[in-house]
C-alpha cells in the first residue's frame, strides 16, 4: 500500500528536477540570444545611417562604428554558441529548438 506513495514522491521529485533544470536553462539562453537579437538591431541601425552619410565626410566614422556593431555581434553570437554548448543546456537547446546562429548578419561579414 504505501509502494504507490513512494512512487508519487519519486515521480514529482523528478518532475521538479526537470522544470527547474530546463528553467534555468531557458532563462539562460534566452539572455544570450537577447544580446544577438539587439546587436543586429544594432548593425540594422548602423547600416541605416551609414547609407545616409555615405557622400559625406563622416563616412570613416560611420564605416567605424559599423565595424564595432559587427565585432559586438559576433562576439554576442559566440557567447549564444558557448551558452547553448554548455554540457547542462544542450539537452534543453535541442528539445526546445536553441539552433546556431550564422557568424554574418544581412550581407554583413566582419
Same mark, same amino acid.
Request: glycine share 6%; aromatic share 12%; charged share 20%.
Given at each position: 500500500?504505501? @509502494?504507490?506513495? +513512494?512512487?508519487?514522491? /519519486?515521480? &514529482? ?11 534555468? *536553462? #531557458? ?26 552619410? @555615405?557622400?559625406? +565626410?563622416?563616412?570613416? /566614422?560611420? &564605416? ?11 562576439? *554576442? #553570437? ?33
Amino acid at each position: 500500500m504505501l @509502494w504507490w506513495f +513512494s512512487w508519487l514522491i /519519486a515521480g &514529482l521529485s523528478t518532475t521538479g528536477l526537470i522544470a527547474l533544470w530546463f528553467g534555468s *536553462a #531557458v532563462k539562460e539562453l534566452e539572455q544570450s540570444k537577447e544580446s544577438v537579437d539587439n546587436a543586429i538591431r544594432q548593425i540594422q541601425l548602423h547600416l541605416e545611417s551609414s547609407s545616409q552619410v @555615405w557622400e559625406s +565626410s563622416y563616412k570613416a /566614422a560611420a &564605416l567605424h562604428s559599423l565595424r564595432v556593431s559587427g565585432d559586438i555581434y559576433q562576439e *554576442a #553570437v559566440k557567447n549564444y554558441e558557448a551558452v547553448r554548448c554548455k554540457p547542462l543546456n544542450r539537452l534543453p537547446a535541442f528539445l526546445l529548438g536553441y539552433r546556431a546562429i550564422p557568424k554574418e548578419i544581412l550581407g554583413f561579414v566582419n
